[in-house]
């Protein structure tokens, strides 16, 4: 599963559809998004589309394959958001802790009044005002937590957003020492069993803190799982998975940003901008990996007539890209 955890668990597969149809998805809305992403010119590794929870249509091109691993880039802050919601629904943390608090020892180089007030809320809604360097050293031998302490501020805690990886690293530090274990081992049980998440991993720095913002690997599939769990407000095969309030408030505004000009909600951090009703999950090279919204009408793959009142879910993974289609259909779910 992950670095140390000796944890079994085993694969829960979605169901799949026959034919897309049956799924009540268009098989020519799949044919034309395979033709506009080949148009694009961006390289695809592999989608899929969800309905009604059933997979209605997939695709992994080769090298790529279904039981292949990859790197889930800026998701996987969602992952390390996700363990501060358990940690928080089991009262180990709250969100207006100081994060001075968990991690104590580590003082700032230089006097600094504005370290006690950073909380667990600025990191997650990236309002942190910490500005870490790209290049700060992050081989043997660094201390990335006392580097990000280092750092300058570019503002005061809560004051300003800013989209930095460094911030969802130290949510991991944090949870690791409130925890006493890797994120990773703390996710096995309450998240990755549950989901059928079973061939995971993410790096870690030199100690085996995971990197937060960057690193984490999962199937295609299990990605689809993860999404669908949010947006069945953390129920997953009728089990609540993730904890309720923490699934409806993670994808609510926290914070103001135009970064990529969407919302940014769940896990890149808790962010939300210019456009009130997505979220999205950027990737490497402001390449979406997850991005959801309500449509008003028709669908891109939808073989339903427009309005009715129910939503459910499609989703789709594409390499470096992946969207997130809320479908608004007649039919009730196809029998399981």
Same mark, same amino acid.
Request: glycine share 10%; net charge neutral.
């Given at each position: 599963m992950g670095q140390g955890n000796v944890m079994i668990i085993t694969e829960k597969p979605l169901p799949r559809a026959k034919t897309p149809e049956e799924a009540g998805v268009s098989s020519q809305g799949i044919r034309d998004f395979l033709v506009a992403m080949d148009a694009t010119g961006l390289e695809l590794h592999s989608f899929m589309v969800l309905r009604h929870g059933i997979v209605a249509a997939e695709c992994f091109r080769a090298p790529f394959k279904l039981e292949y691993r990859h790197q889930m880039w800026s998701v996987s802050k969602s992952l390390a958001s996700t363990a501060l919601g358990f940690a928080i629904a089991e009262g180990l943390v709250s969100l207006d802790t100081p994060v001075a608090d968990i991690l104590e020892g580590y003082i700032p180089k230089k006097?600094? /009044?504005?370290?006690?007030?950073?909380?667990?809320?600025?990191? @997650? %809604?990236?309002?942190? !005002?910490?500005?870490? =360097?790209?290049?700060?050293?992050?081989?043997?031998?660094?201390?990335? @937590?006392? =580097?990000?302490?280092?750092?300058?501020?570019?503002? +005061?805690p809560g004051a300003e957003f800013r989209y930095i990886n460094e911030n969802t690293y130290m949510i991991c530090a944090a949870l690791t020492r409130a925890t006493g274990m890797s994120v990773m081992d703390y996710l096995a049980p309450r998240l990755f069993e549950p989901l059928g998440i079973a061939d995971s991993?993410? +790096? /870690?720095?030199?100690?085996?803190?995971?990197?937060?913002?960057?690193?984490?690997?999962?199937?295609?599939?299990?990605? %689809?799982?993860?999404?669908?769990?949010?947006?069945?407000?953390?129920?997953?095969?009728?089990?609540? @998975?993730?904890p309720a309030a923490w699934a409806r408030d993670a994808v609510r505004?926290?914070?103001?940003?135009?970064?990529? &000009? @969407?919302?940014?909600?769940?896990?890149?951090?808790?962010? =939300? &901008?210019?456009?009130?009703?997505?979220? %999205?999950? &950027? !990737?490497?090279?402001?390449r979406f990996r997850s991005?959801?919204?309500?449509?008003?009408?028709r669908t891109p793959f939808s073989s339903a007539p427009p309005p009715p009142r129910r939503k459910t879910p499609s989703w789709t993974s594409c390499g470096n890209i992946s969207c997130l289609h809320w479908k608004t259909i007649r039919s009730p779910p196809p029998s399981r």
């Open positions: 006097q600094d /009044t504005r370290w006690p007030k950073l909380t667990l809320r600025h990191l @997650v %809604a990236m309002t942190a !005002g910490k500005q870490p =360097s790209f290049l700060s050293p992050k081989g043997p031998g660094a201390d990335w @937590v006392q =580097s990000y302490i280092n750092a300058p501020w570019y503002n +005061e991993m993410w +790096e /870690t720095d030199n100690r085996g803190i995971e990197c937060g913002g960057w690193g984490f690997y999962c199937k295609t599939e299990d990605l %689809a799982k993860f999404i669908l769990c949010y947006l069945n407000e953390g129920k997953f095969e009728d089990q609540q @998975v993730i505004k926290h914070a103001d940003s135009n970064l990529f &000009g @969407v919302c940014t909600r769940l896990a890149m951090a808790w962010a =939300s &901008g210019a456009t009130p009703t997505a979220w %999205a999950d &950027g !990737g490497r090279t402001a991005t959801a919204w309500p449509c008003p009408g």
